[in-house]
């Protein structure tokens, strides 16, 4: 598909080839546990509305976005000598670009063409291990915040197609937000101390 391949191409920029991003685009179709197959076959013929279609559409820019970010705190973790959490942040960087895909398929299933929006990359400075993870923290709540609202604006168009659809990804938030909370808290416990910090950044490693 025209459109995968454009988006490998932004993947590639940041050196990450096909075997180490494990970005494979089968595996970024919708998943048939989560979505029935009567859905999506209506959902590929049923209209969508204009509304939900330019918040999904902005929706893959958030993705891009958020993929900048969590790869420019991996750069800083790397850069400051927590190879660990640099590999863990690249890890949710590679995550944010797969639901990137998801969306952008999604919009092609449904007979809209995707339009590419510029992004802005992040401006923030990530200099301590806390700083980057309370970052990361807000970001997946921000994110939860962004497809509930999608989610509303369905229903409240009846496009239940699509908010069956969001339901994969509200699943997945949850499990996001535990995460990095739960990261947050070993850091807050582990303050300065050199050896807390080391240990928190083995465990993290790949």
């Not at 952008?104 to 401006?123: A, T």
């Not at 739960?182 to 416990?189: F, G, R, T």
Request: aromatic share 8%; net charge negative.
């Amino acid at each position: 598909m025209k459109d995968n391949r454009d988006l490998n191409e932004i993947a590639g920029n940041f050196g990450i080839n096909e075997s180490e991003s494990e970005i494979d685009t089968d595996e970024c179709e919708i998943d048939t546990d989560d979505l029935s197959e009567s859905i999506i076959e209506e959902a590929s013929t049923t209209p969508m509305p204009d509304d939900v279609f330019k918040a999904l559409n902005e929706q893959v820019k958030n993705e891009f976005e958020a993929f900048y970010a969590y790869y420019g705190m991996a750069n800083s973790m790397d850069s400051i000598g927590f190879k660990g959490m640099a590999c863990w942040l690249r890890k949710s960087a590679k995550e944010e670009l797969n639901h990137a895909y998801k969306v952008n398929d999604y919009i092609l299933e449904r007979g809209k063409d995707v339009k590419l929006i510029p992004i802005q990359p992040s401006k923030e400075k990530w200099n301590t291990p806390k700083a980057a993870f309370e970052s990361a923290n807000k970001h997946e709540i921000s994110v939860t915040a962004n497809y509930n609202n999608l989610k509303k604006l369905a229903e409240s168009g009846g496009d239940h197609q699509t908010c069956e659809f969001i339901n994969f990804f509200l699943r997945e938030q949850t499990e996001e937000e535990d995460k990095t909370f739960e990261i947050c808290q070993k850091l807050d416990k582990a303050g300065n101390d050199p050896a807390a910090l080391l240990q928190i950044d083995n465990h993290l490693g790949c």
